[in-house]
């Protein structure tokens, strides 16, 4: 059983970089065949989706993050990093690492089978 | 403003069955399969249903999902307290090349 955890910083300063890491246990990333994802939950608001990586192949990236974010795999490590710069308090939200199941943008079925507990970042100097 | 329209809240006596709806279009729900996700307060969301009205193991058959053209529904039977929760639908969206999530219905049962 696949099994997400997220880790990172609680709190960043405004302008600087959010780094958080999601560890992979119960599986190898290498040899899944999945896309992994971030999403993102603002305090009392909504899910929303940050972007969706293929280890190897095609990532794809929410419009209004796309000029500040990166996410990126280390396969080695069974590791997928987050990555959004020049952060301002509209970034303050519990952040979640996803597997999803299926291939984008291919017509069949894609969703989100594997969440993580989740990591809460502040954005405040 | 999300992509995908769902009602913010729904009201439900303990016992009866709720509908929630999530309304979409032609390059989302239209032409890809839903899915379904139940986030209890303080949780993770879980996935509830898939490829439109599909369920994992686990999740009781109380829950069932449908679609028809460009909305999807969300049906649960029987409600009990232990499904007051935010229910999100969620989608690939062929046009902007993004998931998509919709905003959310929290369900209370009385």
């Known amino acids: 059983q696949v099994q997400l955890q997220e880790s990172g910083p609680g709190l960043v300063k405004p302008s600087e970089t959010l780094s958080l890491t999601c560890s992979v246990s119960g599986g190898a990333i290498s040899s899944s065949g999945r896309y992994w994802g971030w999403i993102r939950q603002s305090p009392g608001k909504g899910l929303e989706w940050i972007g969706s990586?293929?280890?190897?192949?095609?990532?794809y990236y929410s419009a209004s993050l796309r000029s500040r974010v990166t996410i990126s795999i280390e396969a080695s490590q069974n590791q997928i990093f987050l990555r959004l710069s020049s952060v301002t308090a509209a970034d303050t939200a519990q952040y979640f690492c996803?597997?999803?199941?299926?291939?984008?943008?291919?017509?069949?079925?894609?969703?989100?089978?594997?969440w993580g507990r989740g990591t809460t970042v502040a954005v405040s100097s | 403003q999300s992509v995908l329209t769902q009602p913010p809240s729904v009201s439900v006596a303990a016992g009866q069955m709720v509908t929630i709806s999530c309304s979409g279009g032609?390059?989302?729900?239209?032409?890809?399969?839903v899915s379904w996700y139940q986030q209890s307060p303080g949780t993770a969301p879980k996935l509830l249903i898939y490829?439109?009205?599909k369920r994992p193991s686990g999740i009781p058959d109380r829950f069932s999902g449908s679609k028809s053209g460009t909305s999807a529904t969300l049906g649960i039977t029987g409600l009990q307290t232990g499904d007051e929760a935010d229910y999100y639908c969620g989608t690939w969206d062929s046009s902007l090349s993004a998931w998509v999530f919709g905003g959310g219905t929290k369900l209370t049962v009385l």
């Open positions: 490829e439109n009205n």
């Open positions: 996803a597997r999803h199941v299926g291939i984008a943008a291919a017509g069949g079925d894609f969703y989100i089978g594997v």
């Open positions: 990586v293929y280890y190897g192949g095609t990532s």
């Open positions: 032609s390059f989302n729900i239209g032409n890809n399969y």
